[in-house]
């Protein structure tokens, strides 16, 4: 088999398999059945006869990747911009004057009052830790 099962993938791999995908239309527009195709692209049966499905239904274009799984973002690009300039002028511009520390809670109440957006200690400590991170 070409891929096993598993979730979790990045997006080199989604890349991957979605060009698989595309090559299993292209053997499919050339007349081969699913079990050749399987064969050619050494993925299982199952998968190409499903892929096969959804190209008779849509054309190549429904092999295509979803893109990454689970909920869309809190924050857009944006925002995350927006966010980060509005934490690197420290605490103090948002009020905080006693204590010159940027602390979880406190980012997620500067979300909340700049966006009207309710996040999770778990989401804020995602951003705070991010390829861009916050602090």
Known sequence: MRYGDGGGLNQAARVRREQIR?????????????VEVA???????????????????????????????????????????????????GPAAAGYGDDQRWTLARIRTLIGLMFKVRVSLTTTSGLRQSRDGLV
Request: net charge positive; charged share 30%.
């Open 22 to 34: 595309r090559q299993a239309a292209d053997l499919f527009a050339e007349g081969m059945t699913p």
């Open 39 to 89: 064969k050619r692209l050494e993925v299982s049966q199952k998968s190409a006869y499903v892929w096969r499905k959804l190209w008779r239904a849509g054309g190549a274009d429904a092999l295509a990747s979803k893109g990454a799984p689970g909920p869309d973002p809190k924050l857009s690009e944006a925002q995350l911009a927006k966010l980060k300039a509005r934490v690197e002028l």
